[in-house]
């Protein structure tokens, strides 16, 4: 089995930044993808960036495209997210997520949140204006 354990979220003022990472222990070599959802009070979780785990197709959603950036640290079987300009509608509660597959899979994105089956436990970012 995978864990996933996020950090890094935190309050900053819009036009600000943060990183967070997401450590994935466990069977790793079944990952087949990973990414970051966001669900905001009141919202539905959406999903706002994923990549394949050989990181050779990423996918942004329009809302974060041009200021978040997603990488991953092979070495250390983690993905940050590097997060700038963050707006007040960025607010909410990220959530690392993989998709864990012991066979082969073709991740197609955007991800729905009932696809990974594997989450994080959240970690919550919050932007003022």
């Known amino acids: 089995q995978v864990q996933l354990v996020e950090s890094g979220g935190g309050s900053v003022q819009a036009g600000g930044s943060l990183r967070l990472s997401c450590a994935a222990s466990?069977?790793?070599?079944?990952?087949?993808?990973m990414g970051w959802f966001r669900q905001a009070p009141g919202k539905e979780r959406e999903g706002v960036v994923f990549?394949?785990?050989?990181?050779?197709?990423?996918y942004y959603s329009e809302s974060v495209k041009g200021r978040f950036t997603i990488s991953q640290d092979n070495a250390k079987n983690t993905v940050y997210l590097q997060m700038d300009s963050l707006k007040p509608e960025d607010t909410a509660m990220y959530y690392c997520?993989?998709?864990?597959?012991?066979?082969?899979?073709?991740?197609?994105?955007?991800?729905?949140?009932?696809?990974?089956?594997?989450w994080g436990q959240g970690t919550q970012v919050t932007v003022s204006s």
């Open positions: 997520a993989a998709l864990q597959r012991a066979y082969s899979v073709i991740c197609s994105f955007p991800l729905g949140p009932h696809e990974p089956n594997v």
């Open positions: 466990g069977y790793t070599r079944d990952i087949k993808c």
């Open positions: 990549l394949n785990f050989g990181a050779d197709y990423i």
